[in-house]
T-cell receptor, first 113, second 115 residues
Framework: DQQVKQNSPSLSVQEGRISILNCDYT??????FLWYKKYPAEGPTFLIS?????DKNEDGRFTVFLNKSAKHLSLHIVPSQPGDSAVYFC????????????FGTGTRLKVLA | GAVVSQHPSRVICKSGTSVKIECRSL??????MFWYRQFPKKSLMLMAT?????????EQGVEKDKFLINHASLTLSTLTVTSAHPEDSSFYIC???????????FGPGTRLLVL
């Protein structure tokens, strides 16, 4: 049972344009969400997070939006840069639990120069 | 800050041998460490949660006698793959979390190849 899903395995975007990566979850107990960026043969790098009491969090070029009613979150990268090309994972957790993360399946972003 | 290291970065071993992977938090004390496994082009699958000074909690389907986890200090956790088989070949990644913070910081991963 995949509790966190990223339905787009890949995405290509032109440099300078907006990249939008989507993530859906099924467990209504999740109350903390994160996005990580990962290069091959490396560990994930934390990008941005959002708690369920918010619907938006912004950090530089990265903005995460949370729609609790739809159990959906998205990561917007503006403007996209070639260095952003990587695999992006969303993750969800329950704060009151063990803090373990459930990861989505990942979306490979390619930013074209 | 929040740097996590793993050693070794890559290991090749013969079937039947045991391999130990170390995970260290370099600039903070990690009350909890997590071990993940990633198959090619797949997501990160949580194997176990490790709290300092207590037994690890394993996810369903993960054999605790096969994957021994020791969290001896607030900066070190080890994963030992015992009697390794070719199907254990994978990318193993650890992460560490500070008490009262949600964010996990990940190590660079260890590529294990069992021949």
């Amino acid at each position: 049972d995949q509790q966190v899903k990223q339905n787009s395995p890949s995405l290509s975007v032109q440099e300078g344009r907006i990249s939008i990566l989507n993530c859906d979850y099924t467990n209504s107990m999740f109350d903390y969400f994160l996005w990580y960026k990962k290069y091959p043969a490396e560990g994930p790098t934390f990008l941005i997070s959002i708690s369920s009491i918010k619907d938006k969090n912004e950090d530089g070029r990265f903005t995460v939006f949370l729609n609790k009613s739809a159990k959906h979150l998205s990561l917007h990268i503006v403007p996209s840069q070639p260095g952003d090309s990587a695999v992006y994972f969303c993750a969800a957790s329950e704060r009151g639990g063990t803090y373990k993360y459930i990861f989505g399946t990942g979306t490979r972003l390619k930013v074209l120069a | 800050g929040a740097v996590v290291s793993q050693h070794p970065s890559r290991v090749i071993c013969k079937s039947g041998t045991s391999v130990k992977i170390e995970c260290r938090s370099l600039d903070f004390q990690a009350t909890t460490m997590f071990w993940y496994r990633q198959f090619p082009k797949k997501s990160l699958m949580l194997m176990a949660t490790s709290n300092e000074g207590s037994k690890a909690t394993y996810e369903q389907g993960v054999e605790k006698d096969k994957f021994l986890i020791n969290h001896a200090s607030l900066t070190l956790s080890t994963l030992t793959v015992t009697s390794a088989h070719p199907e254990d070949s994978s990318f193993y990644i650890c992460s560490a979390r500070v008490a009262n913070q949600e964010t996990q910081y990940f190590g660079p991963g260890t590529r294990l190849l069992v021949l």
